[in-house]
């Protein structure tokens, strides 16, 4: 790749708590996601996925190395400007409850432009246009506990994906869904990423992984392995297990 | 935010409105009850006192000290005796000249009765205000619609309320006394009345109507009416308890005079109308105060906590803290305002219906 990535980790470490209670949830992980590719995170529970993913947020910090967001270095920004980030550069996913009940799809899709000071109006305009990309333009006013689970997590891709920002983090997105609606929520992951964005997916099953440019594979916090190609993982997988 | 979420959860954020609205309510309806009872003792001037300055009785007694309203009282200076009216006989019954004696002034008796009628087969009790209605002190207590005042004591005026009791509005009406000794009395004349305590009568009749030998209850000694220039102050009404007598002044009911100034023993049986209020009002605010803090504050905590979930995710779509603050804080002054404004207005128009529609209410 010749452009700059949309997501850098260099040799990042995260340690929970100190001295002997200490736990190296991840250790030295160094990582690019480059804009248009989806790249697969895997690994056992307590491998440090979501540490890594938070850290990509900036919803944590690293203890040690660099996380560069858009040419960014996330360590160095005050919690203003790690607000700001969140706003306007990248948008999560989780496995569920990912959005306000009290709000409709598109006012969900909406609220990081009306935090970042949009007028209602603009924003939901704009909120219309992502719900438009993940195909569901027709369920924007409808609450969440009116939608199925596939549905919502397709509002949510498109919240993290709404406006400019070109990151989405998404753990476990499909982990309370069933597999064909998974499926059918990754599709829309890798779609949105063909267009564009750039996309870090923590998965535990290697059939959604497979939807991936890369998978990388972690183990008590360090990548043990990289494939750039798809139908390998199920094997890497299988070998890892085995370690 | 706050207001799509109060939106979308109307039924937790009516019990929260409910939690902080009841007692909202409940303080403006009593602040509502007591700003009219203190008109109500102006308004009442009407039926208790007419046009006159004053109504007077008898407490039956000696010195004693009352209440600006002279709903209650008790005797003073150990029931020292009443001071003796110059011309009279010490204990002798208060007349009309008696009573001017001690006021001046223009004096005119009253009284609320019970007259047993004769109504096609029925022969039931029936409140009859005995005053003679063609004086101008009686205006306002009662005051003519049609025909004219009685003028002979065989003369009877009947009251709207009366009419809608059976009473004729024209022609005789049969007044029913035992032994089947009987008197027919001729209707002159239509009226409105109210009575001392704000009951209608459904009879105007003079305080002469020969009443003796038919079934009769007296409902208290009679009154006297004053009517002179000069209005009857709290002091006249404390150098004429003196005498035994009981005053309801016109000038004391539209101006009454601090509780500081009352008999203590009396001022504990009054409802506090005046500084009184405020101590009502400070406990009743406190009362409030703790209520919404014990049951609203935890109510709107679960609330809170139940919205944890919608904060960590505006948290992690960029909010800042001072959103996610003002988003938990907007709630609170959603909901609070709501409510406030919601039920202040309802107990003032409850209350208000409720004097209107019930008027045992008024009394309070
Ligand atoms: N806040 C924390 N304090 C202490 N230890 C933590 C904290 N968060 C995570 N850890 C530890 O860090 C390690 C990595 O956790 P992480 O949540 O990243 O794992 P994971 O790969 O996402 O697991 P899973 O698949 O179960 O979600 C684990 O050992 C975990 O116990
Ligand atoms: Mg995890």
Redesign the pocket.
């Known amino acids: 790749m010749t452009t700059s990535p949309i997501l850098l980790l260099d040799n990042v470490s995260r340690v929970?708590?100190h001295d002997e209670t200490a736990?190296r949830?991840?250790d030295g992980v160094t990582l690019e996601v480059h804009a248009g590719e989806l790249v697969a995170v895997m690994?056992?529970?307590?491998?440090?996925?979501?540490?890594?993913l938070n850290l990509a947020g900036g919803l944590d910090q690293p203890t040690s190395g660099r996380v560069v967001v858009e040419g960014s270095d996330v360590g160095a920004m005050s919690l203003r400007d790690l607000a700001a980030l969140r706003r306007r550069s990248l948008g999560f996913v989780f496995q569920d409850f990912n959005l306000i009940p009290s709000l409709t799809a598109a006012e969900n899709v909406a609220l990081p432009l009306e935090l970042d000071g949009l007028r209602v109006g603009k924003a939901l305009r704009i909120a219309l246009d992502s719900l438009e990309a993940v195909g569901i333009a027709e369920l924007a006013d409808r609450y969440p506990e009116h939608m199925s689970g596939g549905q919502q997590q397709r509002v949510a891709i498109a919240r993290a994906l709404v406006g400019n920002r070109r990151l989405v983090l998404a753990?476990?997105p499909t982990g309370a869904l069933d597999s064909q609606t998974g499926e059918a929520v990754l599709r829309v992951l890798r779609a949105r990423c063909d267009a564009g964005a750039g996309g870090l997916l923590?998965t535990?099953e290697a059939r959604h992984a497979a939807w991936a440019d890369r998978v990388v594979f972690?183990r008590d916090?360090v990548i043990v392995d990289t494939t750039g190609t798809p139908p390998s993982a199920e094997s890497l997988l299988d070998s890892a297990a085995a370690v | 935010m706050p207001r799509r979420d109060a939106r979308r959860y109307k039924w937790r954020s009516a019990l929260i409105v409910a939690m902080v609205g009841l007692p909202v309510l409940l303080l403006t309806s009593g602040i509502t009850l007591l700003a009219t009872s203190d008109i109500s003792m102006a308004e009442s001037i009407p039926y208790v006192m007419g046009s006159a300055q004053a109504r007077i009785s008898d407490n039956g007694g000696g010195r004693m000290a009352q209440s600006p309203d002279g709903r209650s009282s008790r005797s003073t200076q150990g029931g020292a005796p009443a001071l003796a009216v110059p011309g009279f006989a010490v204990g002798s019954a208060w007349t009309t000249d008696k009573v001017q004696k001690v006021t001046d002034g223009r004096v005119i008796q009253t009284s609320n009765a019970t007259m047993r009628v004769t109504l096609g087969d029925r022969r039931p009790f029936m409140p009859v205000l005995r005053i003679d209605a063609r004086d101008p002190l009686a205006r306002g207590m009662t005051d003519l619609v049609s025909g004219r005042w009685a003028s002979t004591p065989s003369e009877i005026v009947v009251t709207e309320a009366g009419i809608t009791k059976g009473l004729p509005s024209g022609g005789t009406l049969t007044i029913a006394g035992p032994g089947g000794k009987s008197r027919r009395l001729t209707v002159v004349g239509v009226a409105t009345g109210l009575t001392e305590y704000g009951q209608l009568p459904f009879l105007v009749a003079l305080p002469a109507l020969d009443t003796a030998g038919l079934d009769q209850t007296e409902s208290g000694a009679p009154a006297f009416l004053v009517g002179r220039t000069a209005p009857l102050t709290w002091s006249d009404v404390r150098r004429m308890n003196n005498y035994g007598l009981l005053v309801q002044s016109r000038q004391v009911f539209l101006n009454p005079p601090p509780v500081t100034e009352l008999d203590s023993k009396v001022a504990q049986t009054v409802v506090p109308y005046q500084n009184g209020n405020d101590l009502v009002l400070l406990i009743a605010a406190i009362g409030l105060f703790i209520e919404t803090t014990l049951l609203a504050g935890p109510a709107f905590a679960v609330s809170a906590a139940r919205q944890r979930r919608s904060l960590a995710l505006a948290a992690s779509n960029g909010a800042e803290a001072r959103q996610l603050r003002r988003y938990v804080l907007g709630q609170a002054v959603v909901l609070g305002f709501v409510s406030a404004a919601v039920t202040v207005v309802a107990g003032v128009l409850l209350t208000f219906a409720g004097l209107t529609w019930w008027p045992p209410l008024r009394d309070v």
Do not use: N
């Open positions: 929970h708590g736990v949830a991840l690994g056992p529970s307590g491998s440090g996925k979501s540490t890594l753990d476990e923590v535990h972690l916090g």
